[in-house]
């Protein structure tokens, strides 16, 4: 997995929530750790289908729950 996709990531969540960022890791579950529900998940999704210029799957994205699981799924697409 590519570096530049979770340093991305984390700062795109870090932003959309509020979070500081320097205290987001790749294998935090983003849900507990940014405090957020599976509509806001969504939300991230856009974000990052967006920022990657990928299409992410509802079905490839069940059971991801990490960052760096996340950003697997990413670089898998791109």
Not at 8 to 14: N, P, S, V
Not at 41 to 70: C, N
């Amino acid at each position: 997995m590519a570096q530049d996709t979770i340093t991305t990531l984390i700062r795109l969540a870090a932003k959309r929530f509020g979070a500081d960022e320097t205290k987001l890791q790749p294998d935090d579950d983003l849900f507990d750790r940014l405090g957020i529900d599976s509509f806001q998940a969504v939300e991230l999704i856009s974000d990052l289908e967006d920022e990657f210029d990928v299409e992410l799957p509802d079905y490839e994205l069940q059971g991801v729950k990490t960052f760096a699981a996340l950003a697997q799924k990413i670089d898998k697409r791109r």
